[in-house]
């Protein structure tokens, strides 16, 4: 197995001791032996973003390698027509897709555009990991982009940093990441009426010991404790801080690619898909362990 760096900034050194974001080559995810595993966890842990190329999994494999990493979301069945749970062959593995069948999506998110966030922050206890696969690819928009959040809370000024010391976020369960409204969510127009869990501002990664800026999205984000102004403005602060352009990770996706991130330091976006273009990945969304 090799590793190779892709985020080292243009001084060639990263924020701490490593740097953001690597290629994995010479592995076989469908037929990993358990020192393999080990060391692919180890590199997760230590860059927040791996990147495969070349591979061949379907959804079981796919599956069979993602519970490695820990027990993993179910695909919401309550939300599904008969017709289509009928159409599932896996529970553990969602369809993010623009692909519609019979004017029908068979998957989320659609065509538009995912602005930075990460996953499920607006839960109590989110997901350490998120894995996808890359099947039908268009010839252009889809591209996934990744910040590093260490590297974001280590360009804070000082002020700006010992401000947030304390200070925590109230992330909004109410809409996607392309921001639609969720079924059995209700609108409102003041981000102090959102629901959603609260997280400090700086979050230390419970497996690394790592301090990471934690924002998780900059729609209807509120920092309980404030005015809303004050909240506005500060977010707005943070936020212009929270992507450095030395770390970011860049994903165009090819067929066979699969892409593991660490939601504790990572935040990712997408870019739109021309309604045209057909779009295919596989998500697991791995869970954190319980004791």
């Not at 004050?230 to 699969?258: F, H, I, K, M, R």
Request: hydrophobic content about 35%; aromatic content about 8%.
């Amino acid at each position: 197995m090799n590793v190779v760096p892709i985020c080292k900034g243009s001084n060639g050194k990263a924020f701490g001791s490593e740097s953001f974001g690597a290629d994995i080559t010479g592995v076989d995810l469908a037929n990993l032996t358990g020192d393999s595993f080990e060391a692919i966890y180890r590199a997760w842990l230590t860059f927040g973003v791996l990147r495969f190329k070349g591979q061949t999994l379907n959804n079981d494999s796919l599956q069979t390698f993602s519970q490695r990493f820990g027990p993993l979301e179910q695909i919401p069945v309550g939300r599904m027509s008969e017709e289509q749970k009928a159409r599932l062959d896996n529970l553990f593995v969602t369809p993010i897709s623009n692909i519609k069948v019979d004017g029908k999506p068979i998957g989320g998110l659609g065509d538009a555009e995912a602005t930075w966030h990460s996953d499920m922050t607006y839960v109590e206890v989110p997901p350490p990991a998120s894995i996808l696969l890359g099947v039908e690819i268009p010839e252009n928009g889809g591209d996934t982009f990744f910040a590093d959040q260490r590297a974001a809370l280590a360009s804070l000024p000082e002020d700006l940093r010992q401000r947030i010391e304390g200070l925590s976020i109230k992330h909004n369960a109410a809409h996607d990441s392309v921001g639609n409204l969720r079924p059995g969510f209700e609108a409102f127009d003041d981000p102090r009426d959102a629901p959603g869990a609260v997280h400090p501002i700086i979050r230390k990664h419970n497996e690394t010991g790592d301090a990471c800026l934690y924002l998780g999205r900059r729609e209807w984000a509120y920092i309980p404790g404030l005015s809303l102004e004050e909240s506005e403005a500060l977010l707005d602060d943070l936020w212009s801080y929270a992507v450095p352009a030395d770390y970011v990770v860049e994903q165009n996706w090819t067929p066979g690619d699969v892409i593991i991130w660490d939601n504790r330091r990572c935040l990712h976006k997408r870019t739109s898909i021309h309604p045209s273009q057909r779009r295919l990945l596989l998500r697991c969304q791995v869970l954190a362990r319980t004791a």
